[in-house]
């Protein structure tokens, strides 16, 4: 039994935040505004996840009206999105995800992504596939106001 699962998500670029894109701080003069780190690419896989087993979207599980939540580390809210995956009978099968960003170029940073997301993720990093894309100048993400992340996933039950 294999599902299919769909995220996306987009954060507003602000000056005197840190740049954080799967979990690795990206050195640049702006960073994305948000409750938790902000981190829009890991938030777009969350929800693919959650997605793939009918589970609700990452503001049900994580709400950021919620203190605890409050600059809190992405890649640990994907821990525990991937212990519900696990609790649910089903692992990753693979991951597909772009970034859109007109900057800073990320495609430096998109080997060091896939290898932190692969144990939080419980697959290997020829499992994942992370693509970015400048937004041709239009757009929230084109003018450099926004930063968003698209991801697939595809899972599987575990005892197949
Ligand atoms: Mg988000």
């Known amino acids: 039994m294999i599902r299919i699962g769909f995220g996306w998500d987009s954060h507003r670029l602000e000056e005197k935040r840190p740049l954080i894109l799967g979990g690795v701080a990206?050195?640049?003069q702006r960073g994305l505004a948000g409750h938790s780190d902000a981190d829009v690419l890991v938030h777009?896989?969350?929800d693919a996840l959650l997605g793939s087993l009918a589970l609700g979207n990452i503001g049900q599980h994580f709400p950021d009206t919620s203190p605890q939540y409050k600059d809190a580390d992405s890649v640990q809210?994907?821990?525990d999105t991937m212990a519900m995956v696990r609790e649910a009978g089903y692992v990753l099968s693979n991951l597909d995800a772009?970034?859109?960003a007109e900057a800073p170029?990320?495609?430096p940073h998109l080997e060091a992504m896939r290898e932190n997301l692969a144990r939080p993720l419980g697959v290997h990093v020829e499992d994942i596939s992370i693509k970015a894309k400048t937004g041709e100048r239009v757009g929230p993400e084109g003018?450099?106001?926004a930063i968003s992340a698209h991801a697939a996933v595809l899972v599987r039950r575990q005892d197949e």
Do not use: D
Request: proline letters at 6%.
């Open 143 to 145: 003018r450099g106001e």
């Open 44 to 46: 777009a896989i969350i």
């Open 98 to 100: 772009t970034v859109v």
């Open 77 to 79: 809210l994907l821990r």
């Open 105 to 107: 170029k990320l495609n």
């Open 26 to 28: 990206i050195p640049y």
